[in-house]
């Protein structure tokens, strides 16, 4: 099991979890959950449910991957298997991606 914390401009969103290959799960911080002026991370990760599961990395956070000729670069210099994209996130989105959201390895 792995862990990464969600953030949204620097404060805690919530908690990804990749269980296996096949399961995951998004669960709003409890903080972040209850207060209402606080957005959802996502559009597909609405804050009407605290915790969210799917079969396969949320589109959201596999979109903040890079592609192409940056990926190949990621994972070579990051010694990452090209098909750990859970790996990739934890390891390229902790700080300087596009928008709101950056997701650090949780410890």
Same mark, same amino acid.
């Given at each position: 099991?792995?862990?990464?914390?969600? !953030?949204?401009?620097?404060?805690?969103?919530?908690?990804?979890?990749?269980?296996?290959?096949?399961?995951?799960?998004?669960?709003?911080?409890?903080?972040?959950?209850?207060?209402?002026?606080?957005?959802?991370?996502?559009?597909?990760?609405?804050?009407?449910?605290?915790?969210?599961?799917?079969?396969?990395? !949320?589109?959201? !956070?596999?979109?903040?991957?890079?592609?192409?000729?940056?990926?190949?670069?990621?994972?070579?210099?990051?010694?990452?298997?090209?098909?750990?994209? !859970?790996?990739?996130?934890? %390891?390229?989105?902790? %700080?300087?991606?596009?928008? %709101?959201?950056?997701?650090?390895? %949780?410890?």
């Amino acid at each position: 099991m792995r862990q990464g914390a969600v !953030f949204y401009n620097g404060k805690l969103a919530g908690l990804l979890t990749e269980n296996s290959r096949n399961d995951y799960v998004f669960r709003y911080d409890d903080l972040y959950f209850n207060d209402d002026s606080m957005p959802a991370v996502s559009l597909t990760l609405p804050k009407k449910q605290q915790e969210i599961h799917s079969q396969y990395l !949320f589109p959201f !956070f596999y979109n903040m991957l890079a592609e192409g000729v940056n990926k190949n670069l990621q994972i070579r210099q990051l010694k990452i298997d090209e098909e750990d994209a !859970f790996g990739l996130l934890l %390891a390229t989105a902790g %700080a300087d991606t596009i928008g %709101a959201i950056t997701v650090k390895p %949780a410890h």
